[in-house]
């Protein structure tokens, strides 16, 4: 990574090193000095309007006084903070505020600094209000930068002029997010409709803003989901070989670059605007492409808007070869129009696509139709017939479970079908590709809910991050992770401002993956919202007893044991000759450095028994090590002691479990 330029800046005396271009106000903090500031706030682009930062800086012998906030450091310079001509300045600068605000608290104590007790310029426009807008400007700055809405600004001349929203109405693209509030250092700006009634507003406000923050200052250089929202993932995973193509055979594909983030945002999305996951957020992730024709189905010819498309969507898109950004669009649409889950459709597909390209099913189980990898016509035409009830469609929306019962039963190759059939407890796996994440295979395999796309982020954690690199690190994400994620799923919380975007300085922090002060800060918001304090055990405690009354429902219901925690191995490694071939330095490298089998001289079909024998024992060995943690017997039930410790033992409970205990 480029290092940002420094440069050596003399102030009152004091010779430091600051980045170049960076603004001296922190400079001058950096170098422990301090100058009074009332427009100033850390997360907001400065504006200098107060003026009460200013000071003198000399470059070549030439001095001036400037505003420090929002003067970037580019040259030499000598700096003075404080000399007489200065301080007259700013108090009477303080002397104006004062008399106009004399009774607002953050006027006074900058007043206060600057030595001014009375003040001389008192008149008919004075506001004796203590909560008076001191025409600061960080509302308008934090609409602004914050939530990407303009919904404030001042209206009026000179002593004329205020705060208002346009023609003075409650402007209709407020989200209600109280960002502006918040920065408001006189309380000028009250929310008034908070619906909820929280307990504690302020300690939620304070929590929210530093994620607003976070969005509007890290977003950019982390994820760009404010820019192209979850499409941004479409180029990670190809690039870490991670993206489903051809159901789940690799990770990466060369046509690609047709549905990713650069190519949607360019020709496609056309909103970035507040969405309808939640109106206040100011990441309005969500985008939507306006104005796209349909070329099929019951809607064709006509111009719709579509929501999306989203990562699972173009992912699944790629695990059916289908590299059309038009066919990704219309597939986006009609699947929400027909309420169907575009991730089950797309992976039921790319299932059905290679049992039709291994010959394995033909097109006499098809209804005629060639469904190979890319025949997007065919795929649209199999939405289309799921949803009108007819043909071969009905059985795709059957789901993967179904088709390979049906086809095993019909003699078709009961073994094959099972390893390429990406199904667990009959849920279809979304779009990740995990056969080099140990800790994805179980953060899909053991999740009580099924390979759900929000049991996902292990991946990240695993492959990308590489945070949780040994074994026993991997078992222990797989107790703290579900649990975590169901706690904050089941709060309403997004995960998003847990960790896609996350704090500069996260990776300073013990145990980084957990994102320690966005755990907080969901703790806040949950004590702000109930009155109740709460820390890490209490909340796994309030969680594990949902999880596990979870697990055993899924138990009654034929889905909560270790059977059913078990993967394809299509998740786990190459089921076929090609797959292993395609990576074959990686798997030979994996043998001989993690097996201790040298590769030489043994045939594909040979390595790929040894790979395989190793990738499942490690995963039931995983298996074994989350059942422990978790307070589960090896069947992976329940111990009734867990449920005890828990205080949910109750008798309806452990008559469901207690056949299964050791
Ligand atoms: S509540 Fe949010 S959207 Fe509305 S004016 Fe304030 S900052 Fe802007
Ligand atoms: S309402 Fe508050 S934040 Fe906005 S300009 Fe006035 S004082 Fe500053
Ligand atoms: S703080 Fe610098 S001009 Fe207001």
């Known amino acids: 990574m480029a290092q940002t330029k420094k440069i050596e800046i003399t102030i009152n005396g004091k010779v430091i090193s600051v980045p170049r271009g960076s603004m001296l106000l922190g400079a001058i903090k950096q170098a422990g000095f301090d100058v009074p500031v009332l427009c100033h706030h850390k997360d907001l682009t400065p504006n200098g309007s107060c003026r009460l930062c200013i000071v003198k800086v000399s470059i070549n012998g030439r001095s001036s006084i400037v505003t420090s906030c929002n003067y970037p450091v580019r040259d030499k310079l000598l700096v003075v903070t404080e000399d007489d001509e200065l301080n007259k300045h700013r108090k009477i600068l303080a002397e104006m505020y004062l008399g106009r605000w004399p009774n607002v608290e953050a006027v006074k104590q900058i007043a206060k600094k600057c030595g001014v007790e009375n003040s001389r310029f008192a008149s008919d426009i004075t506001d004796t209000n203590p909560k008076a807008c001191i025409l600061c400007t960080h509302c308008v700055r934090a609409c602004k930068e914050f939530v990407l809405e303009e919904v404030l600004d001042f209206a009026g001349r000179g002593i004329k002029r205020h705060l208002t929203m346009p023609f003075g109405v409650v402007d209709r693209h407020c989200v209600g997010c109280s960002s502006c ?4 250092p006189t309380g000028a700006i009250e929310i008034v409709d908070d619906l909820n009634n929280p307990a504690d507003p302020i300690m939620i406000r304070n929590h929210g803003m530093k994620i607003n923050a976070e969005m509007a200052t890290l977003d ?3 994820n760009r989901m404010r820019e192209v929202g979850t499409a941004n993932i479409i180029d990670v995973m190809n690039a870490y070989d991670l993206l489903p193509v051809h159901n789940f055979r690799y990770g990466s594909h060369p046509e690609a670059h047709k549905i990713d983030s650069k190519m949607l945002k360019r020709h496609y999305f056309t909103q970035g605007m507040a969405d309808g996951c939640w109106k206040g957020c100011s990441m309005a992730c969500a985008k939507a492409v306006d104005g796209f024709v349909l070329r099929t189905g019951p809607y064709k010819g006509q111009k719709v808007v579509v929501d999306g498309p989203e990562y699972e969507t173009a992912a699944g898109s790629a695990n059916m070869g289908c590299f059309d950004p038009d066919f990704l669009v219309e597939f986006n649409f009609y699947c929400d129009t027909y309420g169907i889950d575009t991730i089950s459709f797309s992976t039921t597909m790319a299932f059905v696509m290679e049992a039709f390209e291994s010959g394995v099913i033909n097109e006499n189980d098809t209804g005629g139709m ?3 990898f890319g025949a997007t016509n065919e795929v649209l035409e199999i939405l289309h017939q799921m949803a009108e009830g007819k043909g071969f469609g009905v059985e795709v929306g059957q789901g993967v479970r179904w088709l ?4 095993i039963k019909e003699g078709k190759p009961a073994q094959f079908l099972n390893d390429i059939g990406m199904e667990t407890k009959g849920l279809e796996f979304s779009e990740y590709v995990t056969k080099e994440s140990l800790a994805q295979q179980g953060g899909y395999g053991m999740a009580v809910k099924g390979p759900q796309h929000d049991e996902a982020w292990l991946i990240f954690m695993d492959m990308v991050n590489n945070q949780i690199p040994t074994f026993e690190d991997k078992a222990e994400a797989l107790y ?5 994620r169901t706690w904050f799923g089941l709060q309403g919380l997004c995960k998003i401002i847990w960790n896609d975007v996350v704090p500069a300085d996260n990776y300073l922090q013990k145990e980084a993956h957990k994102i320690p002060e966005h755990v907080r800060n969901f703790q806040k918001f949950y004590e702000g919202m109930t009155g109740i304090p709460l820390d890490e055990k209490k909340m796994l405690d309030q969680i594990a007893r949902v999880y596990n ?4 429902m899924s138990k009654l219901l034929g889905f909560g044991t270790r059977k059913d925690d078990r993967i394809p191995y299509r998740a786990m490694g190459p089921v076929t000759k090609e797959e292993y071939e395609s990576r074959a ?4 490298r994996q043998l001989k450095e993690i097996i201790g089998v040298d590769p030489a001289g043994k045939s594909t079909e040979e390595k790929m028994k040894i790979l395989r024998k190793y990738r499942e024992e490690q995963y039931e060995k ?8 978790r307070g589960w017997t090896k069947d992976g039930v329940p111990k009734i002691e867990r449920l005890r410790e828990l205080g949910i033992d109750l008798p309806e409970l452990v008559e469901i479990v207690k056949d299964a205990q050791e």
């Open 404 to 407: 390979k019962e049906k086809w």
């Open 370 to 372: 060639k469904l190979k």
């Open 181 to 184: 509030a918040y920065v408001c």
């Open 480 to 484: 703290y992770f579900p649990l975590f």
């Open 549 to 552: 009354l979870q697990r055993i």
């Open 622 to 629: 995983l298996m074994d090590a989350v059942y422990k943690r």
């Open 585 to 588: 330095e990686r798997y030979d």
């Open 220 to 222: 950019a250089v982390q």
